[in-house]
């Protein structure tokens, strides 16, 4: 019997990385009784065509911001031929934007192939808007259209119903390979050899991930030593050294640039605390991550983050665009080596239990079983 195929639309995969690309390869490569092909745009050099995993990708367009606005037709096209050939069971969108705008041109010629969403947004639900306002008739009709949504928070899932969405929304998080992620003692034990505690963070160096908050409690610790390392690229890097280094503490902040998602396990493994003051958050894969490394976290109760951090159990909240807050809540676990111990048990044992991508996967063939 042959395998059922499946389309995903997604306006960038590997080697570009993002929580959304790691999960469709996470769970395409652990779903080998399916055959996938995927639409994305041509970023740079990359190839028109290759194999990653599971997938056959396909690239088309360019990665421009008016190479994005075309993506929907270029997609479309590509797609129709791909599906005459060899036809899909499932179109599956990674986002309701250019992704989902080539679906429903898709779908408009092929009624019957079932339309799968995935909500993996992490930017202001305001700013989302001011973005389609021009496309807010069209914007609507995705969520009305399709068959079935898979959102990664229950934030996400409750905004797809705002947004008009009457078929079934299913929380499927993303996961973390837990394997990855191994751990004996918390770094706490052996502050009186190394007395530097080692602040983590990993992020897209935008506005939303809050870094320039983190920048700013991290002036305002009374701690002895510490080390602020900074993981990861994106426009507000420039900004963030300078406020930095007008804060005096330019020698305290390390910035590390992009890491390949693979390479970060050493690097959670040698750290004490992960924060990240997010203004905005989808679901927060990189919590996750540090959890399952055993280091407890930090983060503001926004978007969907409360989904897995309680308050005193798994991590600590501190109050959104307040570096004070945060400081004082840095400063708490430091010096609180049963809260400290606390944190890392819970937080681990939640990963293990309920975001192992193994247990993630299961979930998602469930649903491709249902369409």
Known sequence: MPNKRILIFSIAYHPIVGGAEVAVRNITDRLLSYEFDLISCRFGNHP???????????????????GKYLYPLFAYRLAAELHRERPYEIVWAIMAAFASGAAMLFLRKFPKVKFLLTLQEGDPIEYIHERVRWFSSAWQKIFKRADYIQAISNFLAD???????????????????????????????????????????????????????????????????????????????????????????????????????????????????????????????SFLEAMAAGVPVIGTPVGGIPDFLIDGETGLFCRPEDPEDLAEKIQRLTADEQLQQKLITNGRKLVAEKYDWNIIVGRMNSIFQKL
């Open 48 to 66: 028109r065509q290759e194999k990653i995993g599971n997938v056959n990708v396909y690239r088309v367009s360019s990665g421009s911001r008016i």
């Open 159 to 285: 905004w797809a119903k705002k947004e008009g969405a009457v078929c079934p929304v299913e929380v499927v998080p993303n996961g973390v390979d837990f394997k990855n992620f191994q751990f004996s003692i918390s770094n706490f034990q052996s502050k009186s050899k190394d007395p530097i505690y080692k602040i983590i963070t990993t992020s897209r160096l935008v506005h939303k991930n809050g870094i320039d908050i983190l920048i700013r409690a991290c002036a305002k610790l009374q701690v002895t030593s510490y080390k602020l390392q900074v993981f990861g690229s994106g426009p507000d890097e420039a900004k963030l050294k300078s406020l930095a280094k007008e804060l005096d503490i330019a020698d305290c902040v390390e910035f590390f640039g992009h890491v390949e998602p693979d390479d970060l396990p050493k690097y959670y493994a040698d750290a004490d605390i992960f924060v990240r003051p997010s203004r905005s958050e989808g679901l927060g894969n």
